[in-house]
């Protein structure tokens, strides 16, 4: 990207030409800076910041922002490097960290809204028909079912999170038409989560799964959001494929909360903390 904007450079206008160059003196500090602060400091106005952008190919400044900090991030020095032996505490927190940060965003690059938003039209039209939600997931992605369950349960809407794959294929068995499972894997290749998917597909349910693409889990659903994430213990720490999931359920819950709750979530939320408050620190 920054080859690009270099390369580019004979060809923008004098103004442009400032904003590029600022770019290019400090990427990091730049993907950071609201407009106005970028605009004072190359010496430009607001309109030739965004005007900037979009010579680049981009929406405006807040995509190409979200591009740049990407390609910032998967340029630190750690990115590439695996954790071995001679790492001091120091190394490996900030590998760690690093690799786990730029995995996030990457998935906020690559993420497709509109598939989250078919997704979110699905449970509120399950929640709206009153039809059962639930949430498959085994290992790690099992935790990931309880942590949306949870979620769920806050907004009001009941939920069932299932990680035993007898208990998702007897659950699966008897869904049928008006329902909605949310599968959840990193592989998308555990045999009872496949299973649970392909029967309730069969008794007419509607079946979301959060896997890499090109599973055969992904393959499976009728709603696919994607979150490819290559498990490996020499990039990413094992945690944050789980972490991405949690993630995925955030945003889809949250969208969730503001089609459904209107006025009456904010309320009923802040009474919810007080409670647990009171009960925490009597």
């Known amino acids: 990207m920054l080859d690009r904007i270099k390369a580019s450079l004979p060809s923008l206008a004098p103004a442009e030409q400032r904003v590029a160059r600022l770019v290019l003196l400090d990427p990091r500090t730049f993907a950071s800076l609201p407009v ?11 309109p030739t910041v965004v005007r900037f952008c979009r010579s680049m190919g981009y929406d405006g400044l807040s995509d190409f922002k979200l591009k740049l900090a ?40 690559d993420a497709s809204s509109h598939a989250i938003e078919k997704a979110v039209d699905a449970l509120v039209a399950t929640y709206r028909n009153r039809g059962r939600i639930e949430f498959y997931g085994a290992g790690n992605s ?3 079912a309880q942590d949306a369950q949870h979620k769920f349960f806050r907004l009001g809407i009941n939920a069932i999170a299932y990680s035993d794959g007898h208990m998702q294929v007897m659950s699966a068995s008897l869904l049928g038409p008006g329902d909605c499972v949310v599968i959840i894997s990193n ?44 498990e490996g213990y020499d990039r990413y720490s094992p945690m ?5 999931h949690l993630m995925v359920i955030d945003i889809v819950a949250t969208c969730l909360a503001l089609r459904i709750g209107g006025t009456k979530l904010q309320p009923l939320l802040k009474e919810m903390k007080n409670n647990l408050k009171s009960k925490r620190y009597a």
Do not use: C
């Open 70 to 109: 990407g390609t910032v991030s998967e340029g630190v020095p750690f990115i590439h490097r695996s954790v071995d032996v001679d790492d001091k505490t120091g190394d490996v927190l900030v590998k760690v960290i690093d690799n786990t940060v730029a995995a996030f965003l990457k998935y906020r690059n």
């Open 187 to 230: 592989s998308g290749r555990t045999r009872d989560l496949m299973d649970a998917a392909d029967i309730a597909r069969k008794h007419g349910a509607t079946v979301i799964v959060i896997t890499t693409s090109g599973s055969p889990l992904a393959q499976s659903g009728h709603i696919h959001l994607s979150a490819d994430h290559p």
């Open 36 to 46: 106005t602060e970028l605009a004072d400091r190359a010496h430009v106005s607001k």
């Open 240 to 244: 944050t494929s789980r972490l991405m």
């Open 142 to 144: 099992g935790i990931v």
